[in-house]
């Protein structure tokens, strides 16, 4: 049988300079130590109790130690084991070194346990082997993010970087991905931000779907790689849109009875082969959880370079949890802001707006009309809201061109409180600017 990797010597030093000096648990903390790190039943219980010393703000030495364990001092190896730890180190100064040893033992062991059990998920057949690999995947990723070290700013590094992103940007070099439609990127300061959730939101109908959809085609044309995750549409419904938005043909219309003309055929053949060439990745897999979202999304970046990634829509994401729906919605949207930064490209939200829209004979939309969350609202670096710009008709629709306002009601980094104005043609599921500096 093969040993399990650990470092005694390595656990013990951690713990040894944390009592020879108490800020090196602060140091540790901030290296994401915790109980399972240690491998030593004695040094994960008396880490615990070190940690929650320090979060009280009590020294921690053999006296606070022995007047808080009394007793239980057997729990932690006894008053000798404890000495021991304190005599094998020389200094707090080695903290770092014994950090890196015990970190990756924990993070060898850890693996062995994700490998054991996708290993035992295999042979059982109990689940699909896409299902074990998106877990396995999402685990995989997990221990390396997990482990990932903090990087603190000094006053002199934060202004160097500061100052080097505003030349970049003032010289034309930015990080944004620009949409492709220039008024708005105007109005993005730039374009899609790596890191960054950009929410598109609004009432069912509004156009959230071929809005994405026009802007993903926008940007398929300039060359970047996209994701697209339906949890609504099928591929094949997404396909057409796209072959709609690129035609600009209503492919809609035609069945076995009715067949496109010359002109319209050959317009759609030139579009199926610009089609071709972008560079999308779309899955139609319903009832996906985040996890495995964030799972295909990481492949995605791996194997297709992708810099852009959409999820329609946030409310049909599949809970993991039971709890009531508002903190649902809430833990799903932090894990599509904490995916966004992992990955480091924008990730574009689709969300509903509530009905209080409709209601009030369908006012501007508001940050608090979004459904079901408040932490929406909270984790999205943008919030762009979709309404119509214009009355219905009196038999309750509107033929051709629709004027639609995405509303920009939230932008950490750029002016709120905007309209950007679009024509939107239903018929061809295609949203195209209408230019706010013509003017």
């Known amino acids: 049988m093969r040993e399990v990797p650990s470092s005694q010597e390595a656990e013990q030093g951690v713990l040894g300079c944390c009592l020879l000096n108490n800020n090196a648990i602060d140091d540790a903390i901030n290296a994401g130590v915790r109980p399972d790190w240690f491998y030593d039943v004695r040094c994960s219980d008396l880490w615990e109790i070190v940690a929650k010393m320090r979060d009280e703000r009590l020294p921690v030495d053999m006296v606070t130690l022995s007047n808080r364990l009394k007793s239980e001092f057997h729990r932690v190896g006894g008053i000798d084991f404890v000495?021991?730890?304190m005599d094998t180190v020389p200094s707090a100064a080695n903290l770092p070194y014994y950090l890196d040893i015990a970190r990756d033992k924990h993070r060898s062991r850890k693996l062995i346990e994700v490998a054991?059990?996708?290993?035992?998920?295999?042979?059982?057949?109990?689940?699909?082997?896409d299902t074990v690999l998106d877990t396995f995947e999402a685990k995989l990723m997990?221990?390396?993010?997990?482990?990932?070290?903090?990087?603190?700013?000094?006053?002199?590094q934060i202004a160097m970087k500061s100052i080097d992103l505003l030349q970049e940007r003032c010289a034309g070099k930015s990080d944004a991905i620009p949409t492709g439609w220039s008024f708005c990127d105007r109005i993005?300061?730039?374009?899609?931000?790596?890191?960054?959730?950009?929410?598109?939101?609004?009432?069912?109908?509004?156009?959230?779907?071929?809005?994405?959809?026009?802007?993903?085609?926008?940007?398929?044309?300039s060359g970047v790689p996209v994701g697209f995750v339906s949890l609504e549409m099928s591929a094949d419904e997404v396909g057409m849109r796209m072959l709609a938005i690129e035609s600009?043909?209503?492919?809609?219309?035609?069945?076995?009875?009715?067949?496109?003309?010359?002109?319209?055929?050959?317009?759609?053949?030139?579009?199926?082969?610009?089609?071709?060439?972008?560079?999308?990745?779309?899955?139609?897999?319903?009832?996906?959880?985040?996890?495995?979202?964030?799972?295909?999304?990481?492949r995605w970046v791996r194997a297709n370079g992708m810099r852009v990634l959409a999820i329609d829509y946030l409310q049909l994401i599949t809970a993991t949890e039971g709890r009531e729906r508002r903190e649902q919605i809430d833990a799903i949207s932090r894990s599509m802001k904490l995916l966004a930064k992992?990955?480091?490209?924008?990730?574009?939200?689709?969300?509903?707006?509530?009905?209080?829209?409709?209601?009030?004979?369908?006012?501007?939309?508001?940050?608090?009309?979004?459904?079901?969350?408040?932490?929406?609202?909270?984790?999205?670096?943008?919030?762009?809201?979709?309404?119509?710009?214009?009355?219905a008709s009196e038999e309750g629709h509107q033929s051709g061109p629709r004027k639609i306002n995405l509303?920009?009601?939230?932008?950490?980094?750029?002016?709120?409180?905007?309209?950007i104005?679009?024509?939107?043609?239903?018929?061809?599921?295609?949203?195209?600017?209408?230019?706010?500096?013509d003017n």
């Not at 054991?116 to 082997?129: C, F, M, P, R, T």
């Not at 932008?411 to 905007?418: D, L, T």
């Open 342 to 391: 992992e990955l480091k490209v924008p990730l574009i939200l689709l969300a509903q707006l509530n009905r209080a829209i409709e209601r009030d004979g369908n006012r501007k939309p508001r940050l608090s009309d979004l459904r079901e969350s408040g932490a929406i609202e909270q984790d999205a670096d943008v919030v762009g809201m979709l309404y119509s710009a214009e009355q």
């Open 407 to 419: 509303f920009i009601a939230k932008q950490r980094a750029g002016p709120a409180g905007v309209d």
């Open 116 to 129: 054991e059990g996708a290993l035992n998920a295999a042979y059982s057949g109990s689940q699909k082997v």
């Open 188 to 221: 993005l300061r730039g374009g899609l931000r790596p890191g960054q959730v950009f929410v598109v939101a609004g009432r069912p109908g509004a156009g959230k779907t071929a809005f994405t959809l026009s802007l993903l085609s926008s940007l398929c044309s």
């Open 142 to 156: 997990g221990i390396r993010s997990e482990h990932s070290v903090d990087s603190d700013c000094n006053g002199k």
């Open 248 to 298: 600009q043909v209503e492919v809609g219309r035609y069945d076995e009875r009715t067949q496109p003309s010359e002109g319209d055929l050959k317009r759609l053949t030139t579009a199926s082969a610009r089609i071709a060439k972008h560079k999308i990745m779309v899955n139609d897999k319903p009832n996906q959880t985040a996890q495995s979202i964030a799972a295909k999304a990481r």
């Open 83 to 85: 000495s021991q730890l």
């Open 421 to 437: 104005p679009f024509s939107f043609r239903p018929e061809l599921t295609r949203f195209d600017p209408i230019s706010l500096f």
